[in-house]
């Protein structure tokens, strides 16, 4: 099944040296493709390369990605010392023991546990060192997304397909039924002017003339014959491995404009009933038609 749909989950994480990248994307439903992509503080740079990476997953629907990063590297961290603030804590303590009259007894633990003594400073990281794991992490979530949307795709497929075969049996219905209504509608016609016009004999020739003007208000042949050709293209589409959400939903409303045609030319109780299914199906695939990619 070539179909997916456009709702999906997906996680993925990647470590190396005490620190974890996580990608975890969402997506839902959406006439177009809304990339929004929250990043960690300096990566920007990569954001182009995540954009096209996931743009080459979905083409349509609104998708949340989330990366972000934990832990801190060796490497990365470095320990300042302000010796200028050391010597005035030296300088004070001198003071201090002066003024007591006690020996000066420097506590290297005591100075360094002081405020802004030792500083711990972040470097920057060099982004071509880092793509390599944040794209394993990203990679992961797009994966476990497309599983789960293809997953669903399958399933959507199978109801459409059920669907569709139940609309085209109507449909072979509502054609099996025209020649019968056909003939009722000549039959009511020739006693309706029969009873009309009394005892005048009526012109076989003219009452031709208006059970032919009769067929042809109530020829629906054009709009099955529509109909059935849609039902083609639509299983047709079902098989295609592009996106086809749009293409469906168009040929929906194509499959509704014949149904309103065909109960707006036959005015029949059994065959409103019948177009009434047609149209409880037709809303059904809709449904199903808008979460498909």
Known sequence: MACKSMTGFGRGESASGGRVWMAELRCVNNRYLDLKIKMP????????????KVSGFHQRGRVDLLLAVAGDSPELVKMHVNRELVKVYRVAMAEIAQELGVELA?????????????????????M????????????????????????????????????LQLFAQTIDKIEAAMPELLRQREQVLGERLQKLLGNVQL?????????????????????????????????????????????????????????????????????????????????????????IE
């Open 41 to 52: 503080q300096g990566y920007a740079a990569l954001e182009e390369r995540v954009r096209k």
């Open 106 to 126: 420097t506590d290297l633990a005591f100075v360094a546990s002081r405020p802004e003594v030792l500083v711990q400073q972040q470097q920057g990281e060099e």
């Open 128 to 163: 071509e060192d880092v793509w390599p794991y944040l794209e394993q992490a990203l990679d992961l979530a797009l994966a476990g997304c497309e599983t789960m949307r293809r997953q669903e795709g399958e399933a959507m497929v199978r109801d459409l397909s059920t669907r």
């Open 203 to 291: 012109d076989p020739q003219r009452l031709c003339q208006e059970v032919a003007i009769l067929a042809d208000k109530t020829d629906v042949t054009e709009e099955l014959v529509r109909l059935q050709s849609h039902i083609g293209q639509f299983h047709s589409f079902l098989t295609e491995k592009e996106a086809v959400g749009r293409k469906l939903d168009f040929l929906l409303q194509e499959f509704l404009r014949e149904v309103n045609t065909i109960a707006s030319k036959i005015n029949d109780a059994a065959i409103a009933y019948l177009a009434v299914e047609l149209k409880s199906e037709l809303e059904k695939m809709r449904e199903q038609i808008q979460n």
